[in-house]
């Protein structure tokens, strides 16, 4: 079942499922790697929570939790 980025928790592992923004924001989303398909992982999150830092595809990357929130996503066991 589809969640949004936002809710998971350090060292979890996930495949992003839709990415509902649009225009630029979408856009800027989708040129970061973070496109239906990509499979991510949470290394951290900054003390109130936000940014969040991935790992994607052998880089890491910070977004923060309102851009998260365009993000599905389903977990991956293991």
């Known amino acids: 079942m589809p969640m949004s980025l936002r809710a998971l928790a350090k060292g979890q592992r996930a495949r992003i499922v839709?990415?509902?923004a649009s225009a630029e924001l979408g856009r800027r989303?989708?040129?970061m790697g973070l496109v239906p398909g990509?499979?991510?992982q949470v290394v951290g999150r900054a003390p109130l929570k936000d940014p969040v830092a991935l790992r994607l595809a052998g880089f890491t990357l910070s977004l923060r939790n309102n851009e998260a929130d365009f993000i599905a996503v389903e977990?991956?066991?293991g």
């Open 38 to 40: 990509a499979e991510i």
């Open 75 to 77: 977990v991956l066991e």
């Open 29 to 31: 989303i989708r040129d």
């Open 18 to 20: 839709t990415v509902s």
